[in-house]
């Protein structure tokens, strides 16, 4: 998962979490950019911004097909250490 998607992960910023969080939504919409802003509750320009980010930052356009299944795999693995996380005492 760090190694596909760790880069993504912003422990400096207000919402860490918040470029995984993106890609994750705009993932699920099959890449539907108005879809995913419409879910996110944001501009479609400030998705564009996002994931301009996201493959500067991942060295990937998100519509490559090798980045799309590793990036699910990774953010499947991503939810449930967040869970997991969440379950523990």
Known sequence: MHDTLGCLIEPDR???WLLMETLETLLQESGNVVRAAER???HRNTLHQRI???EKLTG???????FHLNASV?????????????EQP
């Open 14 to 16: 207000k919402s860490p």
């Open 60 to 66: 990937y356009p998100v519509s490559h097909p090798q």
């Open 52 to 54: 301009q980010r996201i």
């Open 40 to 42: 996110l509750g944001i």
């Open 74 to 86: 990774a953010l499947a693995i991503w939810r449930m250490s967040q869970n997991h996380l969440r």
